[in-house]
């Protein structure tokens, strides 16, 4: 059965309070997990801190945590730290994030995201074994330290973003999951396989793992409010972050429309854009219109063989009042 999760804004929220209370939102209403992205606004590890300790039962994870900003042996002591704060309720998601971020926020060199997404993952289930962790990799070497502390019980999953067939395929082979986002229906069969291959190459049991589709969902009875705050969330992601979103958009069909936008929104005509996302588009990779259209949309994506979860998320500019709408429209 595929199940519904948050993916939490980031964007223009008030306070952690006001995360906080989307949590319990989401909790109240059924939704089994809530995802905190970290960017360049509040750490993802003191939001989600403060959402497991004003919550009882909702899942809470890091979607997705970058692998450059932090070494693999304190992503591991913050999975340990926060299955237990929040009582075993963590899944972790990791990834290397894009060069515009790593490099102009944190002030790393964008190097080898593949090898260092593998060789964090591997480090972060070594140190959440609780054994001395004794590793030499390429990138990273440990050797002689173990957890001060107990390991944790149950051990937290450890999922992978990604958007492209090798970073897809890692997931599949390394970790407990995968973070999909800005999929059409084709484009997430086709990477599915990448995933599943993955799977077979490094042993695992596709039955362990878990494929989540984030899907930016705006359900409001003002329909042109709803599409027009998610067609300009897509054009954000395809023209404002850099070349993997636009070149994933062209490997699934979409090469025109996706270097329109970047092409405009680079010489700075965000309208445009905007305008350049069209109907079809918006409606194959996005829930947005009124109530009954979304429930319609997003019933659709649960259809897709292969997806265990659905991640509820929203648009950059929505106000409060939309979101809560959405989670309230969209609950499972």
């Known amino acids: 059965m595929t199940v519904r999760d948050i993916y939490l804004p980031v964007a223009a929220q008030p306070s952690v ?7 319990q939102l989401a909790e109240d209403a059924g939704y089994e997990r809530v995802w905190l992205p970290e ?3 509040r750490d993802a590890v003191t939001t989600l801190t403060s959402i497991a300790e004003h919550t009882d039962g909702v899942g809470i994870g890091t979607s997705v945590m970058n692998v450059y900003s932090r070494s693999p042996a304190l992503i591991g002591q913050t999975a340990v730290t926060l299955q237990e704060v929040s009582e075993g309720r963590l899944r972790m998601g990791v990834g290397p994030s894009g060069p515009i971020v790593i490099e102009g926020w944190h002030g790393v060199d964008f190097e080898r995201p593949l090898r260092r997404t593998r060789e964090t993952i591997e480090v972060v289930k070594q140190v959440l074994d609780g054994e001395t962790v004794n590793y030499d990799g390429d990138i990273f070497q440990l050797s002689g330290f173990r957890l001060r502390c107990d390991p944790p019980d ?33 484009g997430l069969r ?16 596709r039955e362990d793992q878990r494929v989540t589709l984030s899907l930016p969902c705006c359900a409001l009875d003002d329909r042109e409010r709803a599409r027009d705050l998610t067609r300009q969330h897509v054009a954000f992601y395809i023209g404002g972050m850099g070349t993997y979103y636009r070149d994933a958009l062209a490997r699934q069909g979409y ?16 309208a ?36 265990d979860a659905l991640n509820v998320s929203f648009p950059r500019a929505a106000e409060r009042d939309d979101i809560e709408a959405t989670i309230d429209v969209l609950a499972p």
């Not at 937290?156 to 599949?172: F, H």
């Not at 086709?190 to 049991?205: H, I, Q, S, V, Y």
């Not at 090469?255 to 965000?270: L, M, R």
Request: glycine residues 12%.
């Open 39 to 41: 960017t360049w606004g």
């Open 190 to 205: 086709d990477r599915l396989e990448d995933f599943e291959r993955g799977t077979a190459l490094g042993d695992r049991n």
């Open 154 to 186: 149950p051990v937290p999953p450890v999922d992978a973003g990604g958007l492209g067939p090798k970073s897809v395929e890692l997931a599949g082979r390394f970790a407990d999951g995968w973070h999909a986002l800005l999929m059409t229906r084709a």
């Open 272 to 307: 445009a854009a905007t305008d350049a996302i069209g109907d079809d588009l918006l409606d194959a990779i996005a829930v947005a219109g009124t109530p009954e259209e979304c429930r319609e949309q997003i019933g659709q994506f649960e259809s897709l063989s292969g997806v």
């Open 17 to 23: 309070d006001a995360l906080v209370g989307m949590s």
């Open 255 to 270: 090469e025109d429309t996706a270097y329109e936008v970047a092409e405009k929104w680079a010489s700075g005509e965000q």
